[in-house]
């Protein structure tokens, strides 16, 4: 176990198996939902993570409130296009380059 | 739930989370969510010099042998392909601080990681620049000649505009493979005009080369008109990204930077040398002037662009709305 998790003076951090972890979370989300108190689970699901972080949270406020962004993105998911729209700039201008160039007079 | 203090910075809460109360703030008290990067001068004149290098190579592919091919120019876009291939990267390797930090990078070779792939880009970049340029030189007798018909000069030229492309374009995606907002937004436009600025760069250089040297009076007329092209696309693609960004581009598009970019990379860097361009008098102070306009102006587009984004990573609201 983790010396943070073992050393939580509130149990706020739990390690463990994390399956068992999220069936813990969500019945701790129900209580909070039946006692009025909002809460959610952030990076539990694709919606609040990018891929199986095995590492979640119970959040009773919007992840801006603790700094977190709204929907978290992998950064080099957005390569592909990058590479393609300079690619495509690229080619255009090379291709008007050629005919620039090229053009016998 | 103990309600936090209460933060003049309270956004309506109904939009995502159900209905948390309105207090509830929107940020974590002004912090930024994000570190931003100590890129100083160094980076800047790195995408700078890249941005020619790569224009360079693609220029070298245009002017490549064909029966309308001015061998002055060809020679100097060799040349100046060859001197920026080390000079672009050197001074990527003197913000490392530690130099020799370099050598690590050669132990890796990634595809997910546009650092990785710049690297071997950039080292790629050098073999056809060396060679391509020792074939120039044997032909100027600068070197021995029997170098010219060893190295096939078609094959380099091609290789160094494939790669020339690679390396102006690759910067942009270096940027928006990040999570800072401004350069994330624009993870189509950024590398859009990064290739535009950089061909029209190099357009500029190899066109004042050209004319110190007193060349074909032709070659510079295609410089020119290529050199308009690539900048009225840039021109056009940062106007796109300054309408797709919103507020996320504020930082670049509004205040002292806004007026910088405007005046310097727009007016001065754009519009001002196509304007002196269609002037039918002036000769080559005119194209040099047009010119250090042209380089100006990328330069000032580059420093807005990593200042803005720094600046970008400041702002906790807009590092929070990351984009897909």
């Keep these: ?105 | 739930m103990n309600p936090p203090s209460p933060d003049a910075s309270g956004r309506g809460a109904s939009d995502g989370f159900g209905d948390l109360p309105a207090h509830v703030p929107a940020t974590y008290y002004e912090r930024p969510l994000l570190k931003k990067p100590h890129w100083e001068g160094e980076v800047i004149v790195y995408l700078f010099l890249g941005g020619i290098m790569g224009g360079s190579g693609i220029l070298a592919l245009l002017c490549d042998d064909h029966p309308d091919h001015d061998e002055d120019l060809a020679r100097i876009v060799r040349y100046s392909a060859f001197v920026l291939a080390p000079a672009s990267p050197g001074v990527l390797l003197l913000h490392l601080g530690r130099p020799e930090r370099f050598l690590h990078m050669l132990r890796i070779f990634k595809w997910r990681s546009v650092m990785s792939m710049g690297v071997w880009g950039l080292i790629a970049f050098s073999v056809p620049a060396t060679l391509g340029a020792g074939a120039q030189a044997a032909r100027d007798g600068i070197l021995w000649s029997w170098l010219d018909a060893l190295v096939p000069r078609r094959v380099t030229d091609v290789v160094l505009g494939f790669l020339g492309a690679f390396i102006v374009g690759y910067t942009g995606v270096l940027l928006s493979a990040t999570a800072i907002p401004l350069w994330a937004i624009g993870k189509r436009h950024i590398p859009a005009f990064c290739v535009c600025s950089g061909l029209a760069g190099a357009c500029a250089l190899n066109a004042a080369i050209l004319a110190i040297g007193g060349g074909n009076e032709r070659s510079l007329r295609k410089l020119e008109r290529l050199e308009m092209l690539a900048s009225a696309a840039e021109l056009a693609l940062l106007e796109a990204f300054r309408r797709h960004a919103g507020s996320t581009g504020d930082p670049m598009f509004t205040g002292k930077r806004g007026n910088k970019l405007r005046t310097v990379t727009q007016a001065l860097g754009i519009v001002a040398p196509a304007l002196l361009t269609l002037l039918p008098f002036g000769g080559r102070a005119k194209t040099l002037l047009a010119s250090a306009l042209t380089l100006a102006g990328g330069y000032v587009l580059r420093e807005t662009l990593i200042e803005a984004g720094k600046a970008s990573a400041d702002d906790p609201r807009a590092a929070s709305r990351q984009p897909e």
């Design chain 1, 1 to 105: 176990m983790p010396a943070c998790a073992k050393a939580c003076p509130t149990e706020s951090i739990q390690f463990g198996d994390v399956d068992e972890l999220r069936e813990r979370a969500k019945k701790r989300v129900e209580t909070l939902q039946a006692r009025g108190v909002e809460s959610y689970l952030y990076g539990a699901d694709d919606a609040t993570s990018v891929g199986k972080l095995n590492a979640f949270f119970l959040l009773t406020e919007k992840p801006e409130a603790y700094n977190l962004p709204e929907r978290p993105v992998l950064p080099s998911t957005r390569q592909a296009a990058g590479y393609a729209a300079a690619a495509i700039t690229a080619g255009a201008l090379a291709l008007a380059g050629l005919a620039i160039f090229r053009r016998a007079e």
